[in-house]
Every structure is written in C-alpha cells, then in structure tokens.
C-alpha cells in the first residue's frame, strides 16, 4: 500500500474529465501532470479542454508530449484517456515505465494491440485496469444480482438491442469515422455491451458471425477536407439525412450486427444502429427457467423478471431502481474508486483486463466477418500463461 499518490493523465479532455474524479488530495492522491498533443502556445486561448485542466488542478503541470509525463518518476498511475488508436502505443510505454495504469475502454483496436499490452503488462508487472464502466451501471449490476440468483435457471440465450440516437452527433464528424482509428463501431462502442453479455452469461465468445453496413451516414453533407471538425451534441440533429458538417472520410459502418457462440455452449446476439431516433441499451437473457430484460439502462428504470408462463405485458417481479447522480449513470465514480483500490490495498476488481481482451477479440472478429460475405470467423484464445496471471489478480 502507498499513503500517497502522483497521478498524471494522458488526454485532459473529454473523457479525461472523468480522470479528474481520482483527485483526492484528502486522502493523498493528487493529479499533478496532463498530457495532451496540443501546442503551448494554445493552452491560454479559448480550449475549454486545458482551461478546465488548469483551473481545476492551477498546480499541475500541462505538457503536449505524454513521454514527458510518463519520464516523471514522481508519477504513481497514469489515467490514458486519449483516442482508441494511441492506446497500444501508450499504454505499453507506460507499463515499461513502470507506472500503474488506468486504459479507457477499448484496450486496443486490434487483438494483436491488446496481446502485446497484456504481456507488457505481465513482464513488467505494472498493474493494468482497464475502465469499463458498465460493470458498475446500477441495471448491469441488478441484472447479475438476478441472474446469478439462479431465478431464471441457466442463461442459454442473449440479447442486446442498443439504439444510439447520437451517433451522427459523436462518430461520424471525427477521428471515429475511419477504420483506420477504431477498426468499427462494432468494437468502439460495441465493446462495452459485448463485455456486460460476456459477463452476465458467464462466458466469452469463440465464435462469430457479423453483418453490418454503411447504410446512412455516406449519404450526408460531409465538411471539406482540412476544415475542422468534431462532436456535436444537439436534440435537433436529426432526421440525419438533413444535417451537414460530417467527416469528410467515412469507411465505417452505421449499423452493425453480430451472432455470438460462447464456449459455454450458449449463443448471444448483439445488434447497433447509429441512426435511431431514441437511445437505449435494451439486454434480455433467457434462462431455463425464466427471463430477464431491462427497460432503460440507467436513470430511473425498471427490470423486470418471468417465470411463469403468461403475457410480456405482465412480468412476475418487476424491480424499480431510481436515478444515481454522477457521469454515466453514477458509473464512473465506483469505476474510479476500483482502480484506486486495486492499486492501493490490491483490491479484487469485478473485472480483469483479459475481460477487456476477449470483447475486442469478438468486435474484430465481428467486423472481419462482415466484412468478408458474413462468413463465421474463430475468435482466437488469449494465450494461457496470460490468461493465469489476470485470472489471479495480476499475481504470478
């Protein structure tokens, strides 16, 4: 255990904001470098990113190179909350500097990136947390509860329906809108859902079918090339087809679909839609007893329980849950709290980063299926000395 902690973060903005939540000078921990590749000469202008970094921590040194940040032998953990494609290349540089290190979902783009950080990980034996914050959503974790209950019997069958009503608004006006930085939304976003499945069944997938396309999306008004760009998040940004200031390279696909195999023997399908009107994670397993399926995903909502034969419209147990406040429905302060607590006291987590491997296996996987007539493809085992170590808490 250390009484005191440096904490740097890689990517102040954006989901850098959520680093910000470590900062706890009452109990030791405190933020004291960001990284962030933008010159110096713009940190004092009108960045909301870097203002906000510096009025929140006025004694925290701002640097545009992270090797800067990470060379600071003073620095304990560092948050890497920078864009997909620079996960692999920073996180193994941090792990060989010996820092312990908090990746933002995904762990890497390519199954190769996330091998190569998890043996980074494990040569080096810096501690590796990587954040998937909806293991810690009040409806993900309900779910479990009720699932492992054994009420609905063994899980054999699972759903997600996830309707992404922002997603012109977030993926398709920046770096996300080329393979080349996300592989696919299938892995970007789908990650997080193929992970919750993964976890809530008890299993991971070995076997993959995908479908997908580019259906929407390469049929708006695309901004010129060289002219910024970036996320927008307006109500009235729809019907898309109407909107303009897209980027002006879109390769990826608007909906994507998969069909799972999970070496338990049970089969799970996963399905995303970039253009829909409304926005909503919708699971439903069925068991040999009975199903569950939630009605919202966060805020106030409800999960509701069959058992018995009878109509959908009137499940036998319906469970309330009411709005938690905090960043992504009060997920990721306790997504924070874990990584501190497994750094500092080597705290057990509910999630381990060979978790995070095995959906960014399926999302690939996935997306070479559908991109190739749809035919299955074999989502490859993590190797078996790697996959001990993060089965044991990162101890070898």
Same mark, same amino acid.
């Given at each position: 255990?250390?009484?005191?902690?440096?904490?740097?973060?890689?990517?102040?903005?954006?989901?850098?904001?959520?680093?910000?939540?470590?900062?706890?000078?009452?109990?030791?921990? !405190?933020?004291?470098?960001?990284?962030?590749?933008?010159?110096?000469?713009?940190?004092?202008?009108?960045?909301?990113?870097?203002?906000?970094?510096?009025?929140?921590?006025?004694?925290?040194?701002?640097?545009?190179?992270?090797?800067?940040?990470?060379?600071?032998?003073?620095?304990?953990?560092?948050?890497?909350?920078?864009?997909?494609?620079?996960?692999?290349?920073?996180?193994?540089?941090?792990? !060989?500097?010996?820092?312990?290190?908090?990746?933002?979902?995904?762990?890497?783009?390519?199954?190769?990136?996330?091998?190569?950080?998890?043996?980074?990980?494990?040569?080096?034996?810096?501690?590796?947390?990587?954040?998937?914050?909806?293991?810690?959503?009040?409806?993900?974790?309900?779910?479990?509860?009720?699932?492992?209950?054994?009420?609905?019997?063994?899980?054999?069958?699972?759903?997600?329906?996830?309707?992404?009503?922002?997603?012109?608004?977030?993926?398709?006006?920046?770096?996300?809108?080329?393979?080349?930085?996300?592989?696919?939304?299938?892995?970007?976003?789908?990650?997080?859902?193929?992970?919750?499945?993964?976890?809530?069944?008890?299993?991971?997938?070995?076997?993959?079918?995908?479908?997908?396309?580019?259906?929407?999306?390469?049929?708006?008004?695309?901004?010129?090339?060289? !002219?910024?760009?970036?996320?927008?998040?307006? !109500?009235?940004?729809?019907?898309?087809?109407?909107?303009?200031?897209?980027?002006?390279?879109?390769?990826?696909?608007?909906?994507?679909?998969?069909?799972?195999?999970?070496?338990?023997?049970?089969?799970?399908?996963?399905?995303?839609?970039?253009?829909?009107?409304?926005?909503?994670?919708?699971?439903?397993?069925?068991?040999?007893?009975?199903?569950?399926?939630?009605?919202?995903?966060?805020?106030?909502?409800?999960?509701?329980?069959?058992?018995?034969?009878?109509?959908?419209?009137?499940?036998?147990?319906?469970?309330?849950?009411?709005?938690?406040?905090?960043?992504?429905?009060?997920?990721?302060?306790?997504?924070?709290?874990?990584?501190?607590?497994?750094?500092?006291?080597?705290?057990?987590?509910?999630?381990?980063?060979?978790?995070?491997?095995?959906?960014?296996?399926?999302?690939?996987?996935?997306?070479?299926?559908?991109?190739?007539?749809?035919?299955?493809?074999?989502?490859?085992?993590?190797?078996?000395?790697?996959?001990?170590?993060?089965?044991?808490?990162?101890?070898?």
């Amino acid at each position: 255990m250390k009484d005191k902690l440096k904490i740097g973060i890689i990517g102040v903005y954006g989901r850098g904001k959520h680093a910000y939540l470590a900062h706890r000078p009452e109990d030791g921990i !405190e933020v004291v470098m960001g990284a962030d590749p933008l010159p110096p000469a713009d940190f004092q202008k009108t960045l909301p990113g870097f203002q906000l970094f510096k009025e929140r921590f006025p004694n925290a040194d701002l640097v545009t190179d992270y090797r800067e940040l990470l060379a600071n032998k003073d620095i304990d953990a560092v948050f890497i909350m920078s864009p997909d494609f620079c996960h692999e290349e920073q996180a193994v540089a941090a792990l !060989e500097a010996g820092k312990a290190v908090y990746l933002e979902k995904p762990l890497a783009i390519s199954i190769e990136g996330c091998d190569r950080i998890l043996e980074t990980a494990y040569r080096t034996g810096s501690k590796l947390f990587v954040g998937h914050n909806m293991r810690h959503f009040p409806v993900v974790l309900k779910m479990k509860e009720i699932i492992d209950s054994g009420i609905i019997g063994q899980v054999q069958c699972g759903w997600c329906r996830h309707f992404i009503s922002y997603g012109g608004d977030a993926y398709f006006r920046d770096w996300h809108s080329e393979q080349k930085n996300t592989c696919g939304l299938l892995l970007q976003k789908g990650a997080h859902d193929i992970d919750v499945m993964h976890w809530l069944m008890g299993s991971v997938t070995r076997r993959v079918v995908g479908m997908g396309m580019l259906s929407v999306y390469d049929k708006c008004k695309r901004r010129a090339p060289g !002219e910024p760009g970036g996320m927008e998040w307006y !109500e009235t940004n729809y019907p898309p087809l109407e909107m303009k200031g897209f980027s002006p390279i879109i390769d990826i696909e608007d909906h994507n679909m998969i069909m799972m195999q999970l070496d338990s023997g049970a089969q799970a399908c996963y399905m995303q839609c970039h253009y829909a009107p409304d926005k909503e994670r919708n699971y439903t397993f069925i068991g040999t007893n009975g199903r569950v399926e939630n009605i919202g995903d966060s805020g106030d909502c409800q999960i509701h329980v069959w058992t018995n034969r009878g109509s959908r419209k009137r499940p036998d147990i319906i469970y309330d849950l009411k709005k938690i406040e905090g960043t992504h429905g009060g997920a990721d302060a306790p997504t924070i709290d874990s990584f501190l607590n497994f750094i500092r006291f080597d705290a057990p987590t509910n999630a381990n980063p060979m978790a995070a491997r095995d959906a960014v296996a399926t999302g690939v996987m996935g997306h070479v299926s559908m991109r190739n007539g749809n035919m299955p493809q074999e989502v490859p085992a993590l190797d078996k000395k790697l996959a001990e170590y993060f089965l044991n808490g990162q101890h070898k």
